[in-house]
Structure formats: structure tokens, C-alpha cells
């Protein structure tokens, strides 16, 4: 197998929301002889956005990379690509998901990804939104984490405990690999 085999793609889409997109843009990926490997949609106010990592050989990411500008003014999408490699996960210690929610303040998600940063720990994926409750803003947000092998990982725990206690929100943290 040579070097150009297993190539990798990063496809993305925004648009208006509408019936469809997913199916035109999973079938020109199958067209082009691509494998989708991981994706992630979302709904941010009425716009959409489709996040795919694609596999495939050398032609078949050409294909898609030729075809997706087209395919994407047709759609009245804007999109991006960009090559990429696999993911080594041979640094990491594991994997955690983080959960935390309180009242809604300015900066809590900055101080959070901040001290995560500073920890040298990876974000894999995030998702944070707000929610009215007993008439206060509230938010949530859901952090994969990818803790690097020379962490100590009491001592992260023991900081993030402070850290929420002073941005005053509930948090849970736990292993998923």
C-alpha cells in the first residue's frame, strides 16, 4: 500500500437550513468514491453546518475537491477543505467528557477552555448552548477531552474543582475511553 492510499479530507458546509443538504452532500462524497469516517451537524440559528472527515485515495479526494465548489454554489452553501492525516491517540492518557452548567455569565466558557489550554489538554469536540429556567438564563456545555500522558490527573481535577467553584457552576467529569 502506498503512501497515497489512505488520504484524508476535511469537507465543511454552512447554509440555510433546509430539506436535503445532508443527502446531496453524502451522496456527492459516495459519488467521488470517499468514505465518510466522522461527522457532526449542526443548527446555529437558521444557518446549517455539516463538518465531515472524509477517506479515500488520491483521486477520489481530487474528485470530491473539484466537485464540492459546484455542487456547493448549486446549494447556495459556502465551503471549505482542507487535507488532513489520522489522528494519533497514542499521547493521551484517555479520554474524558466534561459537563458543567450554571447561570449564564460572560467569559465561563473562556475560562474554562483557558484552563484546559493551559493544562495542555485537547478539546475533541464541544457543544455549549443557553436554556431559560425559573426566568434566569442558564447554559450547558459538553467538552470530549484528551488528557496527555503526563498529566496528573488529581491535581487537574483538584484545580477544575476550584476553577468551577468560582465560576460557581456544576460539573461533571468522567471517563469515556
Do not use: W
Request: with cysteine.
Amino acid at each position: 500500500m502506498t503512501a497515497f492510499a489512505n488520504q484524508q479530507l476535511v469537507l465543511t458546509a454552512i447554509g440555510e437550513d433546509r430539506s436535503g443538504i445532508v443527502s446531496e452532500l453524502t451522496q456527492l462524497v459516495s459519488d467521488c468514491n470517499c468514505n465518510i469516517i466522522d461527522s457532526r451537524i449542526a443548527i446555529l440559528g437558521r444557518e446549517f453546518t455539516f463538518i465531515m472527515l472524509l477517506s479515500g485515495d488520491m483521486a477520489a479526494i481530487s474528485r470530491v475537491e473539484h466537485t464540492l465548489p459546484i455542487k456547493g454554489m448549486e446549494l447556495g452553501l459556502l465551503t471549505m477543505m482542507k487535507r488532513t492525516s489520522s489522528h494519533s491517540e497514542d499521547d493521551y492518557i484517555g479520554a474524558y467528557n466534561l459537563e458543567y452548567t450554571g447561570i449564564d455569565a460572560p467569559g465561563t466558557l473562556s475560562k474554562v477552555t483557558r484552563f484546559i489550554a493551559e493544562h495542555n489538554v485537547s478539546i475533541a469536540s464541544l457543544k455549549s448552548d443557553t436554556y431559560e429556567q425559573d426566568n434566569e438564563l442558564h447554559m450547558r456545555c459538553e467538552l470530549e477531552l484528551n488528557l496527555p500522558s503526563q498529566i496528573d490527573l488529581d491535581d487537574f481535577k483538584v484545580q477544575f474543582e476550584a476553577l468551577s467553584s468560582t465560576l460557581n457552576v456544576d460539573y461533571i467529569l468522567r471517563r469515556i475511553r
